[in-house]
C-alpha cells in the first residue's frame, strides 16, 4: 500500500498548462525544428510486395537539381546492429534493417532515400529513379501465409492458457452453448502529425535526433545501437507529440534512415512521411479472426468460455494482438477458460500497437458473445454481465486491489435509461427510424514500468520537475505539473514540467496507458526526497510559504532532489481497470444508415487526476470505437498488396457529423494499492467494448448480427 498524497490540485479540472502553445501555434513539433543547412531526403517506396530488386538506375535522379545523395541498398551505410537484434533498450517492431539488401517483403517498404536541398527537388528526383524488380506472388491473406505459428509469449503474457475442461463443459446438455466467429479488418493510425525525424550529426560519434516518438529513451537507445554509439552520445528531442495511437512508439526504418542520411551528405537531415507512407511505414492494427465459445446456466452463470484468435504478421517482425489476454483472460468468471492465439505471416507492412492492443478487438469479440449468449438465455444482456461480474482474476484467481463495475453498470444504466428497454430486435422506434440499446464492458490493465525524475525548487516557491516521459496530446504536462504540485504542496502556477527530451531523466514509452502512474509516483518519490533536505534546512514542509523562507535562511537560491520508481509485480493482487458502456443507434431501414445518437460511458479507473483531459480521453476512445465499428477499415489491392485505402478520403474515420451526445462519468476511489495518487490509466480503456456497444445496438435495432467490422450499410440490406 502506497502512502497517500494529500489531493488539492488533483480530481479537479485544471486547464492545459500547454493549452496557450498549442493554439497560438507556439508549440514546436519535431518536424518543425529549423537547423542550419538543413538538407531533405524523400522516403522511396517498393510498388511489390514480394521479391527482389534486380537493378537501380539513379542517373537521371543525380543529375535532377538539388540533389545531394541518393541512398540504396547498393551504397548505404552499414549499420553497426545485426539483423533482428533487440538487446537494447527501445522497441524494434519492424526488426529489419532499412535498406540492409536487396529483398522486398512488403510493399510499402522503404527502398531507397533521394536527399536534395528542398523537399520538392528530393520529391520530384525520387520520382526520377527507376527501381528495377522481379516480383514474386505474394502471400496477403491467413489461407496463403508464409508460415503460421502459435507462439507462446508476448510482452511477458503467456499466450496459450487453460483453466478447467472447457471441452467437458460444452458438451453438457444442462447448459446454454453459443459458438461464432468475430472479425476485425486492418486499422491503421492516423494521427494529425505524420511521422517526422530530422537528424544531424555533431560530431562523427554525436547524433542529435528531433524525432515524433511516444519514447524519447527507446528511440536513444535504439539508434545509439544501431550506429555503434555510446547511448549519452544521441541526443533525442521531442517536447511535443501530435498525436501517436502507439505508432511514435517503435522507432521505424525512417528513423535510422535520416541519421544514414545526414552521415552520407555530411548535413543536417530532414525526413517526413507522407500521408500514404504511414499506411505501410509507421505500424498498423492486424486483422483478427476470432471464434468464441461460451456455456452458461439457465441462470446465466458463465461454465465455459474458449476463445480462439488468429491474427496475421509481416515477414519482418514478429507480432501478437493479444486478444484473449485482454479480454477473456480479465473480465468474465467460469470454472473453465481457455485461450490461445495464431499467427499467420503475411507479406504485409509490419503490425503494430494500435490503442489498446489486444484488448480493444478482445473486448469486441468476448461482448458481442455475451450479447448473443444475452438473447440465446432470454436474458437482458446487462443482468448477464452483472451475474457473471467476480472480483477475482477469472484465471489467477487473486483479487482486484479495487474494482467498481458493479456501481458503472448501475450508474450507467440509470444515466442511459436501460429500464425501459424493450428486449425484442426491432421494437423500438423513432417515427420511421429503428431504435437500437447496447451494452459492453470495458477494461484495461493498470500498468506502470519505471521512471526517475528531478524536482528543482528555487527560493521564490517555484519548481521545476524533469521527466523524460511524454504528452501525445492527451494532458500529460497537465496531471503530471497537479501531481508535482500536491507531492510538493505547491499551487499548480507554481511548477513547471519538462518532458519529451532524452538529457531529462528516464521516462518510460507513453504507451499502455502507464505514464501517469509511473512517471507520476517517480516524481512523488523525488518530492519526499525533496521535503528531507528541506526539513535538515528548517523548512516545515506541511506549510509550503515557509520552504523559500528555509532556502533563503540556508543562504541558497534552491534545492533540488530525484526520485526513483520502478513498478513490482504483485502475485497476490491484480490492478484492472473496468468501466460500461451504454449505446444506442438509430438506423433508417431504407439506406440503411447507423448513426449513434447517445451514449453514456462510466469508468472506474482509480483517482482522475484531471477531470478535463481525463473526460477528453475516455470521450476520444469512445469516438474511435464507433469509427471501429462502423467505418474504418484499410483495404488492400490483391493484384499489388498495396494499401489501397491509404489517405484521408478513402479511409474513413468519424467527423463531427457522426458524433452526438456523449456522456463520460466515473466512479470509484483512489486505488492506493497500486500508487500514492492512486491512479490508474485512462487512455486506452475509452476504446475497449465500444465497438460491441454498438453491434450489440446494431442488432437490437435490426435483428441482424454483423460479426465482421464494420458494419457498414451493405452488410445491413
Not at 189 to 194: G, I, K, V
Not at 421 to 450: C, F
Not at 493 to 515: C, I, R, W
Amino acid at each position: 500500500m502506497s502512502t497517500p498524497i494529500p489531493a488539492k490540485s488533483m480530481s479537479t479540472a485544471v486547464s492545459r498548462v500547454d493549452g496557450h502553445l498549442k493554439v497560438t501555434g507556439a508549440a514546436k513539433y519535431p518536424a518543425e525544428f529549423s537547423l542550419p543547412n538543413l538538407a531533405y531526403a524523400f522516403v522511396v517506396t517498393s510498388p511489390v510486395s514480394k521479391g527482389t530488386i534486380t537493378a537501380v538506375d539513379s542517373a537521371a535522379a543525380e543529375k535532377s537539381p538539388g540533389v545531394l545523395a541518393v541512398i540504396s541498398h547498393l551504397n548505404a551505410p552499414k549499420l553497426a546492429e545485426p539483423p533482428n537484434d533487440q538487446k537494447h533498450e527501445g522497441i524494434r517492431i519492424e526488426e529489419r534493417e532499412p535498406l540492409a539488401d536487396d529483398k522486398i517483403s512488403y510493399g510499402g517498404q522503404c527502398v531507397a532515400a533521394v536527399v536534395a536541398n528542398t523537399s520538392e527537388h528530393a520529391r520530384h528526383a525520387a520520382s526520377l529513379l527507376k527501381i528495377s524488380y522481379a516480383a514474386e506472388t505474394p502471400a496477403l491473406t491467413r489461407e496463403d501465409a508464409l508460415k503460421v505459428s502459435k507462439p507462446k509469449e508476448h510482452l511477458d503474457e503467456e499466450l496459450q492458457q487453460k483453466k478447467g475442461d472447457v471441452a467437458a463443459a460444452l458438451a453438457r446438455g444442462d447448459v446454454v452453448k453459443i459458438e461464432q466467429t468475430y472479425s476485425t479488418p486492418t486499422e491503421t493510425h492516423n494521427p494529425m502529425e505524420c511521422s517526422a525525424t530530422i537528424a544531424m550529426w555533431d560530431a562523427p560519434d554525436r547524433l542529435t535526433i528531433y524525432d515524433a516518438t511516444q519514447y524519447v529513451k527507446g528511440a536513444q537507445g535504439t539508434v545509439a545501437h544501431a550506429f555503434g554509439l555510446k547511448k549519452e552520445n544521441v541526443h533525442v528531442v521531442c517536447p511535443f507529440v501530435g498525436g501517436a495511437f502507439g505508432c511514435k512508439g517503435p522507432v521505424w526504418p525512417h528513423t535510422i534512415l535520416a541519421a544514414m542520411a545526414a552521415k552520407v551528405v555530411e548535413r543536417p537531415v530532414k525526413v517526413e512521411l507522407t500521408r500514404q507512407q504511414m499506411f505501410s511505414g509507421t505500424g498498423h492494427r492486424t486483422p483478427t479472426f476470432q471464434t468464441i465459445a461460451m456455456a452458461a446456466g439457465r441462470d446465466g452463470k458463465l461454465q465455459a468460455i474458449r476463445h480462439h484468435s488468429e491474427m496475421l504478421t509481416s515477414p519482418v517482425g514478429d507480432w501478437v494482438e493479444g486478444c484473449g489476454i485482454g479480454s477473456t483472460n480479465v473480465l468474465y468468471a467460469a470454472p473453465a477458460i481457455e485461450f490461445d492465439h495464431v499467427v499467420h505471416t503475411v507479406n504485409v507492412s509490419q503490425p503494430s500497437f494500435m490503442r489498446a492492443p489486444g484488448e480493444c478487438p478482445g473486448t469486441y469479440a468476448v461482448e458481442c458473445a455475451m450479447d448473443e449468449l444475452a438473447y440465446a438465455l432470454k436474458m437482458d444482456p446487462l443482468k448477464l454481465r452483472q451475474a457473471n461480474n467476480s472480483p477475482n482474476h477469472p484465471v489467477k484467481g487473486i483479487p482486484w486491489s479495487m474494482k467498481h463495475l458493479a456501481e458503472c453498470y448501475a450508474v450507467g444504466a440509470e444515466k442511459f435509461g436501460w429500464s425501459k428497454r424493450n428486449p425484442e430486435p426491432g421494437s423500438m422506434k423513432d417515427r420511421h427510424l429503428l431504435v437500437g440499446w447496447g451494452v459492453a464492458t470495458a477494461t484495461y490493465p493498470a500498468h506502470a514500468g519505471r521512471a526517475d525524475a528531478h524536482i528543482e525548487l528555487n527560493a521564490e516557491g517555484t519548481a521545476l520537475v524533469r521527466c523524460a516521459a511524454h504528452d501525445l496530446g492527451t494532458g500529460q504536462y497537465t496531471s503530471l505539473t497537479q501531481i508535482a504540485a500536491d507531492a510538493i504542496g505547491i499551487p499548480v502556477e507554481k511548477v513547471k514540467m519538462e518532458l519529451g527530451d532524452s538529457n531529462l531523466p528516464f521516462g518510460p514509452v507513453a504507451g499502455g496507458s502507464q505514464t501517469t502512474a509511473t512517471a507520476g509516483s517517480a516524481i512523488v518519490d523525488a518530492a519526499e526526497n525533496l521535503k528531507k533536505k528541506l526539513a535538515e534546512l528548517g523548512g516545515d514542509a506541511s506549510k509550503p510559504d515557509s520552504l523559500g523562507q528555509a532556502l533563503n535562511r540556508a543562504g541558497t537560491k534552491s534545492i533540488a532532489a530525484d526520485g526513483k520508481f520502478k513498478f513490482k509485480e504483485n502475485e497476490k493482487m491484480g490492478f484492472q481497470s473496468f468501466g460500461a458502456q451504454f449505446c444506442e443507434v438509430k438506423i433508417d431501414p431504407e439506406l440503411p444508415l447507423v448513426r449513434v445518437t447517445r451514449w453514456v460511458s462510466v469508468m472506474d479507473c482509480g483517482r482522475v487526476i484531471n477531470l478535463k483531459t481525463g473526460r477528453s480521453q475516455i470521450l476520444g476512445g469512445i469516438v474511435m470505437g464507433i469509427g471501429m465499428a462502423l467505418e474504418e477499415e484499410t483495404a488492400y489491392d490483391p493484384a499489388t498488396g498495396l494499401p489501397a485505402t491509404r489517405n484521408l478520403a478513402d479511409y474513413h474515420v468519424p467527423v463531427h457529423a457522426d458524433i452526438n451526445n456523449i456522456e463520460v462519468h466515473f466512479v470509484g476511489e483512489p486505488d492506493y494499492a497500486f500508487n500514492p495518487m492512486g491512479a490508474r490509466g485512462m487512455g486506452e480503456i475509452g476504446i475497449t467494448g465500444a465497438a460491441a456497444a454498438v453491434a450489440n445496438a446494431v442488432y437490437h435495432a435490426t435483428g441482424k448480427r454483423v460479426r465482421d467490422l464494420p458494419i457498414t450499410p451493405d452488410k445491413l440490406i
